[in-house]
């Protein structure tokens, strides 16, 4: 997948240090995901083992709109697609067609936040806190860390936006959108596996 995204488009050479160096970045992003399907692997197990504990409370058959979540799902699922388009237009070198389409999945990642936000603000007003139970106490910590993910993914699409519009599709840059897509499509993954786990379990 690196060679592929940091292919040198038309007019463009990659040296070979700066191809080691871009590699050797890719390589330690790896790293790090790795070390983030730990950290989520123990959320998951964490969740399902206090899922039945909800101490007299709701369950997540009573607290969970499935159609609002599948809304959520598709938003998370579409930004993912148009981050596709992003690095299909990175390797013909299209700037401003990169910036679109981060621009794209930059709304759709918004909209799964806010919608993700507005979730837990209804669960807090109707005393469903992450205090109320065992069982919310997992769901809070897994989905809110995921959506701190999210966040923070936000955040980092925003900054390549400047940097893409600013100084071009250099090859750090084009490295670092490679490093933005493997978090983003990692994120989708995990999203999958709550809607799974926790909401579509929560519901039967």
């Known amino acids: 997948m ?33 070390s983030d399907c730990v950290l989520f692997a123990a959320l ?6 206090l899922s039945g504990n ?18 959520e799902t598709m938003c998370l699922l579409c930004s993912s697609t148009s981050y596709g388009f992003a690095s299909l237009a990175a390797q013909k070198g299209g700037r401003r067609a990169v910036a679109w389409w981060l621009l794209v999945t930059f709304v759709l990642g918004l909209a799964f936040v806010g919608m993700e936000l507005n979730e837990f603000l209804g669960m807090v007003a109707a005393g469903n806190g992450p205090d109320r139970s065992g069982f919310l106490s ?8 995921h959506g701190t993910h999210v966040t923070v993914g936000l955040l980092w ?48």
């Open 2 to 34: 690196a060679s592929d995204i940091l292919q040198p488009f038309p007019g463009q050479k990659l040296g070979g240090g700066h191809a080691q160096e871009l590699s050797d970045a890719a390589f330690g992003f790896w790293i790090y995901i790795m």
């Open 138 to 145: 997992g769901f809070f910590t897994l989905v809110g860390t």
């Open 44 to 49: 998951f197990a964490t969740f399902v083992v």
């Open 157 to 204: 699409i925003a900054i390549m936006v400047g940097q893409i519009m600013a100084k071009g599709l250099t090859e750090k840059v084009r490295s670092r959108l490679l490093r933005l897509g493997m978090f983003w499509h990692f994120l989708d993954i995990v999203w999958i596996g709550v809607f799974t786990i926790v909401y579509l379990r929560g519901v039967v």
């Open 54 to 71: 909800d101490a007299g409370g709701p369950s997540g058959k009573q607290l969970f709109d499935l159609p609002y979540t599948f809304g």
